[in-house]
């Protein structure tokens, strides 16, 4: 994950309690990168939408196995918002997103069943954007607690809301 920030541009310190410290908006510089996520999820759901948010053209791949994993809910989203990926209508690694480092936004309705990290990873790139990031919790607590009131997520979205001046 710290090769893959550092190569779109983020500064990685590490800090004397073994914390890592994320800082930067991305590079302002087009980039060619290439970004092997192994068969980690967090990876290959998270660095995409992030990714989208800088310009260049970026080559995602992993083992054998990432191959299998679900990844088409977050790659039709960023389709929604205007990203340009290709992955040969697999909905799957390996695909290349070329971005020109802006997402437009607006509304993306997600299948968050088979792994809630494909809300959590637009949300990540959301409140990165001048869009209505408020709106956008409400509506995923109010989507969480329609579908089950002990959705593992439903509290911590509320409590995300809250702290970032939603009301």
């Known amino acids: 994950m710290a090769t893959a920030l550092a190569a779109l541009g983020f500064s990685i310190t590490n ?8 800082g930067g908006k991305g590079s302002t510089e087009v980039r060619d990168v290439q970004i092997d996520v192994g068969n980690a999820g967090t990876v290959m759901r998270f660095l995409p939408p992030v990714a989208a948010l800088v310009a260049g053209t ?4 992993g083992d054998a196995r990432s191959y299998e ?19 040969d209508n697999r909905g799957s690694l390996p695909f290349t997103l070329v971005s020109n480092g802006t997402l437009r ?3 993306v309705e997600i299948d968050a069943s088979a792994s ?9 790139v959301g409140a990165s954007r001048a869009w209505n990031t408020c709106e956008t919790y409400r ?29």
């Open 69 to 87: 994993r679900p990844l088409g809910p977050v790659i039709a989203a960023l389709r929604d918002l205007g990203a340009e990926i290709n992955d």
């Open 105 to 107: 936004g607006g509304t």
């Open 139 to 167: 509506r995923i607590f109010a989507l969480a607690a329609s579908h089950r009131n002990d959705h593992p997520n439903a509290a911590q979205v509320w409590r995300q809301s809250r702290s970032s001046g939603c009301g």
């Open 116 to 124: 809630s990290q494909f809300v959590s990873a637009l949300l990540l």
């Open 58 to 61: 970026f080559r995602f791949d």
């Open 15 to 22: 800090e004397a309690n073994g914390d890592w410290r994320v």
